[in-house]
């Protein structure tokens, strides 16, 4: 069966996690950015990576555009988010950007990722800021200011096994 995984990045720990997951299945690694055309056609099984950005999975508005296509594929899709993956935001974040006729025909997995303060660019520093301002969570806020690094290898290996299942 022919895969292919696709992600969206800001910083580079979506692509990181999708990186690992191509290696592990030999399937091609590819941006949203790039054109897809035959590529994604020929593919059966799709898996696409998100981060989750100001209560938003990033990608869902490229996979609306694609809806018709991707529909016909057995779709595996990943976030990517700073908080952890059975904090209530990260469903609320799924439901808020996918409707439940799309979330139905997916499977859908969470991962932790990465915040460096230093690294964002001057806008995201700006939101990240006025956001720790309003956070109630004094953990959460000291994340959002000083950083955080949960990303792992280790933790695709659910998301593995589901593809193996797709192939078996
Ligand atoms: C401006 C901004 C907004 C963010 N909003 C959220 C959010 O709403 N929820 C969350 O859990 N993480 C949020 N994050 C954290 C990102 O999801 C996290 O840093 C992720 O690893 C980024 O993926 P990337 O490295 O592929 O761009 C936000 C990060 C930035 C910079």
New binding site residues.
Partial sequence: MKGIVIYK???????EYAQWIAQECGFPLCSVRQRLGRILADSDIVILGS?????RVKIAPWMKRRWQMLRQKKLVVFS????LPDDP??HD?WRQSLTEDIRAVCTCFSLP???VFDK?TPV?RF??HRGAMIEGDEGVQEGMLEGIDNVERTLIEPILAHIRSLQA
Avoid: E, F
């Fill in positions: 990045t800001k910083y580079g720990s979506t692509r981060p989750i950005r100001i209560g990517v988010s700073a908080a935001s990260v974040a990722g990465r915040l964002l995201d939101l990240m």
